[in-house]
T-cell receptor, first 113, second 113 residues
Framework: GAGVSQTPSNKVTEKGKYVELRCDPISGHTALYWYRQSLGQGPEFLIYFQGTGAADDSGLPNDRFFAVRPEGSVSTLKIQRTERGDSAVYLC???????????FGPGTRLTVL | DQQVKQNSPSLSVQEGRISILNCDYTNSMFDYFLWYKKYPAEGPTFLISISSIKDKNEDGRFTVFLNKSAKHLSLHIVPSQPGDSAVYFCATITQGGSEKLVFGKGTKLTVNP
């Protein structure tokens, strides 16, 4: 596909469960970002990958959140022991080289009951 | 503490008139500013940007103005069209930093036919 894709588009889970959210960046883009957008807020940075490595994970709220990008392409955001406060839209973005052109996917809406 | 502030949650204008969206920031180290546009159920899309070495950047109907002394930027859309109805996010990034975008809360623009 031409753009960033994210799966699933919606995920409903119960408190305490484990979830995985997937991001497929634009082919060839080396940089990949995860953001979280809560209701009424702007997107908030979670983690940034350059290639396979996490260059900045300062936005991850706690150790229940983890993300990987093992082959430098697809990334998975993993949330353990989900809490109701984790409910949000999780956005993924990728960029080729320049930081000023981040292309966003449609997001995954996570609802924790 | 919000580093990027969009104090107007919503704005309504008539088709053909000018829309002015405002944004304030607190950190004088921010040196690159962007506007993103977001439709429901889609990811944010890049609209226009400006470097801190400029005070104006124009792209078609969209112009961004930067006032560094006031730490204020604005997005002008003229003439406004109904298809411009969306949420507009102001964002910033620090060159040479972690590449993450810092977003405001957004302003919902409604352009009435």
């Amino acid at each position: 596909g031409a753009g960033v894709s994210q799966t699933p588009s919606n995920k409903v889970t119960e408190k305490g469960k484990y979830v995985e959210l997937r991001c497929d960046p634009i082919s060839g883009h080396t940089a990949l970002y995860w953001y979280r957008q809560s209701l009424g807020q702007g997107p908030e940075f979670l983690i940034y990958f350059q290639g396979t490595g996490a260059a900045d994970d300062s936005g991850l709220p706690n150790d229940r959140f983890f993300a990987v990008r093992p082959e430098g392409s697809v990334s998975t955001l993993k949330i353990q022991r989900t809490e109701r406060g984790d409910s949000a839209v999780y956005l993924c973005a990728s960029s080729l080289f320049s930081y000023n052109e981040q292309f966003f996917g449609p997001g995954t809406r996570l609802t924790v009951l | 503490d919000q580093q990027v502030k969009q104090n107007s949650p919503s704005l309504s204008v008539q088709e053909g008139r000018i829309s002015i969206l405002n944004c304030d920031y607190t950190n004088s180290m921010f040196d690159y500013f962007l506007w993103y546009k977001k439709y429901p159920a889609e990811g944010p899309t890049f609209l226009i940007s400006i470097s801190s070495i400029k005070d104006k950047n124009e792209d078609g109907r969209f112009t961004v103005f930067l006032n560094k002394s006031a730490k204020h930027l604005s997005l002008h859309i003229v003439p406004s069209q109904p298809g411009d109805s969306a949420v507009y996010f102001c964002a910033t990034i620090t060159q040479g930093g972690s590449e993450k975008l810092v977003f405001g809360k957004g302003t919902k623009l409604t352009v009435n036919p």
